[in-house]
């Protein structure tokens, strides 16, 4: 089981504290550092001192890290144009060495749309499974030769498809609840299929229909990573869980059912319930970026446990 930390910057981060938890990420042995990729805070979040931009922060954290793997769960469809986040992405790569990893969605968050002064489209998901095709199709282009793309949304003539990615192309991410489009979507482009904050039993059916949706395509079920993205919350006792939990206004019920949360043995007992869905990376969701601490207990009380 491969454990990534995720974060959410949104909520109040600066980059040298991304940095900071980058490089804790890096040095305690975690698999990968990952970020949101939102303008806005949520919730009764302050968001001081103010929104770091997700490929920015990437491409700076591509330069001061050197093992862990890099990306975003999840870019907004919303925000780039997909030729320009193609470009992007492999200009990261190239910076970081071929470490980076693509997680993008549809975007659903209006109001830091409106906050920013960023169209908000109505359909969204027809322009996800268009800026897919594009970014794919733009890294997949043999070098001296052109691509285009003719859609209702997009249109692209005679790009020189550059500059590529170190590996050729970048593993992308797909994720979500949706029964239908969002399987099909997955089977056809996605290297992962992430399902966010999702029950044991949730997760156990949406692997489910993405690995029926890839079968149906030709493609091996087993070609497609599956993992979770869960709010982590762990003490050595009682009073230190409670501790964490207060420090991020959460519950600590709430939080041991809907996210991993307890003592050690509490949190390597419930991912291994996440393991028998099928899933074989989990992404924890930390909400306290100065608890650094609580990154280190992660890595000798629960990290050291799994396979």
């Not at 306290?288 to 446990?305: F, G, K, M, N, T």
Request: proline share 5%.
């Amino acid at each position: 089981m491969d454990l990534r930390i995720f974060t959410e910057p949104q909520q109040g981060a600066s980059y040298d504290t991304l940095l900071t938890v980058a490089r804790a990420t890096e040095d305690l042995g975690f698999d990968a550092f990952f970020r949101s990729d939102h303008y806005l805070a949520m919730g009764s979040a302050d968001g001081l001192p103010g929104p770091t931009d997700a490929w920015i922060t990437l491409a700076g954290l591509a330069r001061e890290t050197s093992r862990i793997r890099l990306g975003t769960l999840m870019t907004a469809g919303t925000f780039r144009l997909p030729g320009v986040l193609a470009i992007q992405v492999a200009q990261v790569d190239q910076m970081s060495g071929g470490r980076i990893e693509l997680g993008l969605g549809a975007g659903w968050f209006e109001e830091e749309h409106k906050a920013y002064g960023i169209p908000f489209p109505k359909e969204k998901f027809a322009r996800l499974e268009e800026q897919l095709a594009i970014v794919t199709g733009l890294w997949a282009t043999e070098t001296g030769k052109t691509f285009s793309h003719e859609g209702a949304h997009y249109r692209l003539t005679d790009s020189p498809a550059l500059p590529k990615p170190v590996n050729g192309k970048v593993p992308v991410l797909i994720g979500g609840h949706g029964a239908t489009r969002t399987p099909r979507l997955a089977a056809r482009y996605a290297d992962e299929f992430n399902i966010p904050f999702a029950s044991i039993e949730d997760s156990e059916r949406q692997f489910g229909r993405v690995r029926a949706a890839a079968e149906a395509v030709g493609r091996p079920a087993d070609d497609l990573v599956y993992s979770n993205a869960l709010v982590v919350c762990v003490g050595k006792d009682d009073a230190e869980v409670a501790r964490r939990a207060a420090a991020i206004g959460r519950e600590v019920d709430e939080l041991k059912t809907n996210g991993l949360a307890g003592s050690p043995a509490e949190v390597v007992e419930k991912i291994g319930r996440y393991a028998a869905t099928g899933s074989s990376r989990i992404y924890l969701q930390v909400l306290d970026l100065d608890d650094l601490d609580h990154l280190e207990l992660i890595s000798a009380q629960v990290q050291s446990q799994l396979g």
